[in-house]
């Protein structure tokens, strides 16, 4: 669908809530709605978006925010899945699963993420997301079932942590003492992933518990979630310039391949609150959260080695070259095909996981009726690991024909033969491990002193301290040394002691190859990787620290704000400041240096360390101005920051030496720094309708950028394998080169700014039928022309919904349009826009029991992403679809 459509769809949809609502303002009074509100109790669907619509007009900031009720009926396994539902709020299911999410234009890794008001450590599990090491929170390890009410700030105010100049997300618990004296609620679904044609189970449950005088309560909450999952693809690595004949270069696709993707996804975790409250002036309230996420996963890619034939003395015949690109032609390695590499198969065993733990004590002590005084102290922890990674290359000659024309990579090899092992041989081996560590420990404390001193309300201060650590490390095996020890049956390891005797499932690709596209090949037995693997020995499957990959951060930051709350009669407000002091310290490794402080097989390395702080002041402002009892103004001013990624201020480099890339860090790189203005008009003609239009503008002083540049660093190889422009190193060791890499380090590049506006309109229509739309118009560029990651132009959200005493139904539809990915492989990474349809439905057979059925991506789109141009493709995924069908109790 057009862009054009979607504005028509919208204001389509938007007019006809809008005649809607003015019919209805027009024919009651608010005191008429009073008295049918006294009357009538709004549940389900409805009830859920009332309390969520009260809220947001009743807070101080620009925020939108979801109530436990509306994430418990969309088909939604996770707290990111729950909040793509919100205006300016888009998500990306790279593994068919929203991760994290991206707000008002701007990257993930600067939307700042709380848990009950405070930071909660975040670690990924897959192997590349561990190695970036970003601040970006991975909601798959938060459960969409723990949670009482989402709160999205987009404005800032002084009392809430600084760290999100996108904005912040503030996940809040149920509470005990605001449910019923003993609530029981559970869930139980069969879970069909369509590509893997597996069943698998999903469970919930929660018990909660109060006494008769309210003065103390119990809650346990607890889920488990399993789902096995596949996900196809057609992969590009990269470009690389060649001459292609007639005298002219061109930009020849350096690796193809076919690729499955297999996970056995295990989500278990729970969460308690404790809530003590002995009288009207004291509460005490204890929370923790613990939660596992399981990801083991398998992923098997037969790939035509372009670059590789190329550099080593292969040729291209036939080539068709469109703007700088050789969509196709023909590619033999060396001597027409028969010596040299044109061919490699990866296959990659991995055992990770990710997991959070949270816990906390809030105490709240209300002296007077006008002085509260708060503190809050705790501590959180997060574990990205991949415990052992298997990894198994083989490689041989090889001629093929490649065509790009159709979008959707083909490839036809003349030999090897695809369907047979004996055309390859195990070429690079390794077993590495990647961990992850992120843990932080708080201190707050804040005195609120009520007042009435003209348009001065209160007077509220705090102060904050916290100490957090991200540590990461790798290990890894000499892969010089480990794949020529291999031993299978007393003798060197071939390709088909690797293999299963099949080829590759019968619907592979399906849904995204051409007639000419690679779709079966011999597979890998991963039980046979894993037990060829565990049979080596040392020194072969010894592991070596790899320093680019080895770091630790600490970061130690205090200070306070204050804040003054202002208002009158028809008006609300506040301003305050919040002064942040952050002393940072890096440690890691640089390469080589002129008296390196230790050696391994990838050379000598000199461990270095870097201490800096810095100071921010945050001034911010907000007003609310109510034009009627239906209609509220809002304007808010203020500065934000947000720290850089921890990979980002390493001094360690993180080397590719198959695509000779990688990637930098720079210990003194200053913070993303942020000013901004925000404006928004909502209109409530009755409480269960809100039409909204709200402007923003962030005026971006610090963007980071990439700055790529060429750097000749050493590397291990077998000999003979290495890349094009390796020369062997001095010293004496065999296996290493240096090789000329490029190399993506982030710097400080000059501003930019984020602009655009959200449009909302969630209201009730006729005999049980509603609906929710949202639109988002996002425009950010930086002054020095560089594209912004996570920058969706247009994003949109169409929910319609249908409920009454036995039926409750949704059907949700998300938009976001291209955006920019991020600098892959020394080249940009972009994606095609993105969109997906879902669909809830509950039954209620009692009062205490309903069947449901949830489906997720109901019209199986793709994630396609390109590299700067359409012309230049990188990638198309196929994740299939989702279906759940269950029952759920309370009582």
């Given at each position: 669908?057009?862009?054009?459509?979607?504005?028509?769809?919208?204001?389509?949809?938007?007019?006809?809530?809008?005649?809607?609502?003015?019919?209805?303002?027009?024919?009651?009074?608010?005191?008429?709605?009073?008295?049918?509100?006294?009357?009538?109790?709004?549940?389900?669907?409805?009830?859920?978006?009332?309390?969520?619509?009260?809220?947001?007009?009743?807070?101080?900031?620009?925020?939108?925010?979801?109530?436990?009720?509306?994430?418990?009926?969309?088909?939604?396994?996770?707290?990111?899945?729950?909040?793509?539902?919100?205006?300016?709020?888009?998500?990306?299911?790279?593994?068919?699963?929203?991760?994290?999410?991206?707000?008002?234009?701007?990257?993930?890794?600067?939307?700042?993420?709380?848990?009950?008001?405070?930071?909660?450590?975040?670690?990924?599990?897959?192997?590349?997301?561990?190695?970036?090491?970003?601040r970006?929170?991975?909601?798959?390890?938060?459960?969409?079932?723990?949670?009482?009410?989402?709160?999205?700030?987009?404005s800032?105010?002084?009392?809430?942590?600084?760290?999100?100049?996108?904005?912040?997300?503030?996940?809040?618990?149920?509470?005990?003492?605001?449910l019923d004296?003993?609530?029981?609620?559970?869930?139980?679904?069969?879970?069909?992933?369509?590509?893997?044609?597996?069943?698998?189970?999903?469970?919930?449950?929660?018990?909660?518990w109060?006494?008769?005088?309210?003065?103390?309560?119990?809650?346990?909450?607890?889920?488990?979630?399993?789902?096995?999952?596949?996900?196809?693809?057609?992969?590009?690595?990269?470009?690389?310039?060649?001459?292609?004949?007639?005298?002219?270069?061109?930009?020849?696709?350096?690796?193809?391949?076919?690729?499955?993707?297999?996970?056995?996804?295990?989500?278990?975790?729970?969460?308690?609150?404790?809530?003590?409250?002995?009288?009207?002036?004291?509460?005490i309230?204890?929370?923790?959260?613990?939660?596992?996420?399981?990801?083991?996963?398998?992923n098997?890619?037969?790939?035509?080695?372009?670059?590789?034939?190329?550099?080593?003395?292969?040729?291209?015949?036939?080539?068709?070259?469109?703007?700088g690109?050789?969509?196709s032609?023909?590619?033999?390695?060396?001597?027409?095909?028969?010596?040299?590499?044109?061919?490699?198969?990866?296959?990659?065993?991995?055992?990770?996981?990710?997991?959070?733990?949270?816990?906390?004590?809030?105490?709240?002590y209300?002296?007077?009726?006008?002085?509260?005084v708060h503190?809050?102290?705790?501590?959180?922890?997060?574990?990205?690991?991949?415990?052992?990674?298997?990894?198994?290359?083989?490689?041989?000659?090889?001629a093929?024909?490649?065509?790009?024309?159709?979008?959707?990579?083909?490839?036809?090899?003349?030999?090897?033969?695809?369907?047979?092992?004996?055309?390859?041989r195990?070429?690079?081996?390794r077993?590495?491990?990647?961990?992850?560590?992120?843990?932080?420990?708080?201190?707050y404390?804040?005195?609120?002193?009520?007042?009435?001193?003209?348009p001065?309300?209160?007077l509220?201060?705090?102060?904050?301290?916290?100490?957090?650590?991200?540590?990461?490390?790798?290990?890894?095996?000499?892969?010089?040394?480990?794949?020529?020890?291999?031993?299978?049956?007393?003798?060197?390891?071939?390709?088909?002691?690797f293999?299963?005797?099949?080829?590759?499932?019968g619907?592979?690709?399906?849904?995204?190859?051409?007639?000419?596209?690679?779709?079966?090949y011999?597979?890998?037995?991963?039980?046979?990787?894993?037990?060829?693997?565990?049979?080596?020995?040392?020194?072969?499957?010894?592991?070596?620290?790899?320093?680019?990959?080895?770091?630790?951060?600490?970061?130690?930051?205090?200070?306070?704000?204050?804040?003054?709350?202002?208002?009158?009669?028809?008006?609300?407000?506040?301003?305050?400041?919040?002064?942040?002091?952050?002393?940072?310290?890096?440690?890691?490794?640089?390469?080589g240096?002129?008296?390196?402080?230790?050696?391994?097989?990838?050379?000598g390395?000199?461990?270095?360390?870097?201490?800096?702080?810095?100071?921010?002041?945050?001034?911010s402002?907000?007003?609310?101005?109510?034009?009627?009892?239906?209609?509220?103004?809002?304007?808010?001013a203020?500065?934000?920051?947000?720290?850089?990624?921890?990979?980002?201020?390493?001094?360690g480099?993180?080397?590719?030496?198959?695509?000779?890339?990688?990637?930098?860090?720079?210990?003194?790189?200053?913070?993303?720094?942020?000013?901004?203005?925000?404006?928004?008009?909502?209109?409530?003609?009755?409480r269960?309708?809100?039409?909204?239009?709200?402007?923003?503008?962030?005026?971006?002083?610090?963007?980071?950028?990439?700055?790529t540049?060429?750097?000749?660093?050493?590397?291990v190889?077998?000999?003979?394998?290495?890349?094009?422009?390796?020369?062997a190193?001095?010293?004496?060791?065999?296996?290493?080169?240096?090789?000329?890499?490029?190399?993506?380090?982030?710097?400080?590049?000059?501003?930019?700014?984020?602009?655009?506006?959200?449009?909302?309109?969630?209201?009730?229509?006729?005999?049980?039928?509603g609906?929710?739309?949202?639109?988002?118009?996002?425009?950010?560029?930086?002054?020095?022309?560089?594209?912004?990651?996570?920058?969706?132009?247009?994003?949109?959200?169409?929910?319609?919904?249908?409920?009454?005493?036995?039926?409750?139904?949704?059907?949700?539809y998300?938009?976001?349009?291209?955006?920019?990915?991020?600098?892959?492989?020394?080249?940009?990474?972009?994606?095609?826009?993105?969109?997906?349809?879902?669909?809830?439905?509950?039954?209620?057979?009692?009062?205490?029991?309903?069947?449901?059925?949830?489906?997720?991506?109901?019209?199986?789109?793709?994630?396609?992403?390109?590299s700067?141009?359409?012309?230049?493709?990188?990638?198309?995924?196929?994740?299939?679809?989702?279906?759940?069908?269950?029952?759920?109790?309370?009582?």
């Amino acid at each position: 669908m057009t862009n054009a459509r979607y504005w028509l769809a919208s204001a389509s949809i938007g007019t006809m809530l809008l005649t809607a609502s003015a019919a209805q303002a027009q024919t009651t009074s608010p005191a008429a709605d009073a008295a049918a509100e006294s009357e009538i109790v709004v549940t389900g669907i409805r009830g859920s978006l009332r309390e969520a619509i009260d809220a947001k007009r009743d807070l101080s900031v620009i925020a939108d925010v979801v109530t436990a009720e509306d994430v418990g009926k969309f088909p939604d396994k996770n707290v990111a899945e729950a909040l793509q539902r919100v205006p300016g709020i888009v998500v990306n299911r790279e593994f068919g699963e929203g991760e994290r999410v991206s707000l008002r234009g701007t990257a993930p890794n600067l939307t700042k993420t709380l848990l009950n008001g405070h930071s909660v450590a975040t670690a990924d599990w897959f192997i590349l997301d561990q190695v970036a090491s970003t601040r970006s929170f991975n909601y798959l390890t938060l459960p969409a079932e723990i949670i009482g009410r989402l709160e999205v700030y987009k404005s800032p105010q002084a009392d809430v942590e600084e760290g999100g100049v996108g904005g912040t997300i503030n996940v809040i618990t149920r509470n005990p003492l605001d449910l019923d004296p003993l609530t029981l609620s559970a869930s139980a679904q069969a879970a069909y992933s369509d590509l893997s044609g597996k069943v698998d189970p999903q469970l919930s449950g929660l018990v909660s518990w109060k006494n008769a005088d309210e003065t103390f309560g119990v809650l346990l909450g607890a889920i488990y979630q399993k789902r096995r999952t596949r996900r196809d693809g057609l992969e590009i690595f990269g470009y690389r310039s060649f001459p292609v004949g007639g005298g002219q270069d061109a930009l020849v696709p350096t690796l193809i391949g076919s690729t499955m993707f297999e996970q056995d996804r295990e989500r278990y975790g729970a969460n308690i609150g404790i809530q003590f409250r002995p009288s009207d002036e004291l509460e005490i309230n204890i929370t923790g959260l613990y939660s596992r996420f399981n990801a083991d996963n398998f992923n098997q890619n037969y790939i035509a080695w372009g670059e590789q034939a190329l550099g080593g003395g292969g040729t291209i015949s036939n080539a068709v070259v469109r703007d700088g690109v050789a969509v196709s032609g023909d590619i033999a390695s060396a001597n027409g095909g028969t010596t040299g590499f044109g061919v490699v198969y990866d296959a990659i065993d991995r055992q990770a996981v990710a997991k959070t733990v949270s816990a906390d004590l809030d105490l709240t002590y209300r002296p007077t009726d006008s002085l509260s005084v708060h503190f809050k102290a705790g501590w959180t922890k997060a574990n990205g690991d991949t415990s052992n990674e298997n990894f198994m290359e083989f490689a041989g000659p090889g001629a093929f024909s490649y065509d790009l024309t159709s979008g959707r990579p083909e490839v036809s090899f003349a030999n090897p033969d695809p369907l047979d092992p004996a055309g390859i041989r195990p070429d690079f081996g390794r077993i590495q491990s990647v961990t992850n560590d992120d843990e932080e420990k708080y201190v707050y404390f804040d005195v609120e002193k009520e007042l009435e001193w003209g348009p001065l309300t209160a007077l509220k201060f705090g102060l904050k301290y916290t100490d957090h650590d991200r540590v990461a490390e790798r290990f890894a095996t000499n892969g010089g040394v480990f794949t020529p020890g291999l031993r299978c049956n007393g003798a060197p390891c071939t390709a088909a002691d690797f293999a299963t005797g099949g080829g590759m499932p019968g619907d592979f690709l399906d849904n995204i190859a051409s007639p000419g596209t690679l779709t079966d090949y011999w597979r890998v037995d991963p039980a046979k990787l894993r037990a060829i693997y565990g049979a080596s020995t040392s020194p072969g499957n010894d592991r070596f620290l790899v320093p680019g990959n080895s770091y630790s951060i600490n970061e130690k930051a205090w200070g306070g704000y204050g804040l003054a709350k202002l208002g009158g009669d028809g008006w609300r407000g506040n301003v305050g400041v919040r002064v942040i002091e952050t002393k940072q310290t890096s440690d890691g490794f640089i390469i080589g240096g002129a008296n390196p402080e230790f050696t391994n097989p990838f050379g000598g390395f000199t461990p270095s360390r870097a201490k800096r702080s810095y100071t921010d002041i945050l001034p911010s402002a907000n007003l609310s101005i109510d034009l009627s009892e239906q209609m509220v103004l809002r304007f808010s001013a203020g500065r934000t920051v947000t720290r850089p990624d921890f990979v980002d201020i390493t001094p360690g480099v993180d080397l590719n030496g198959t695509l000779l890339t990688g990637r930098g860090g720079d210990p003194n790189l200053k913070p993303f720094r942020a000013n901004q203005l925000d404006l928004s008009f909502e209109w409530y003609p009755d409480r269960e309708t809100i039409v909204a239009l709200a402007a923003f503008y962030k005026d971006i002083e610090s963007y980071i950028v990439n700055t790529t540049s060429t750097e000749i660093l050493p590397s291990v190889f077998v000999p003979g394998s290495e890349p094009a422009g390796c020369v062997a190193a001095p010293g004496g060791n065999p296996n290493l080169f240096d090789c000329p890499y490029q190399i993506n380090r982030r710097s400080n590049g000059g501003g930019g700014r984020n602009q655009g506006f959200e449009f909302q309109v969630s209201r009730p229509i006729w005999g049980g039928f509603g609906a929710v739309v949202n639109y988002t118009y996002s425009d950010a560029k930086a002054n020095n022309g560089d594209p912004i990651p996570g920058n969706s132009k247009h994003s949109l959200n169409l929910t319609g919904y249908y409920e009454n005493d036995l039926v409750s139904a949704r059907l949700s539809y998300n938009y976001r349009s291209k955006f920019f990915i991020d600098i892959d492989r020394a080249a940009p990474l972009n994606q095609a826009a993105l969109s997906s349809l879902d669909a809830s439905v509950s039954v209620n057979i009692t009062d205490n029991i309903a069947l449901t059925a949830d489906a997720i991506n109901l019209t199986n789109e793709k994630i396609e992403q390109y590299s700067g141009t359409r012309d230049r493709p990188r990638a198309i995924y196929d994740n299939g679809r989702q279906f759940y069908v269950g029952a759920r109790l309370k009582f």
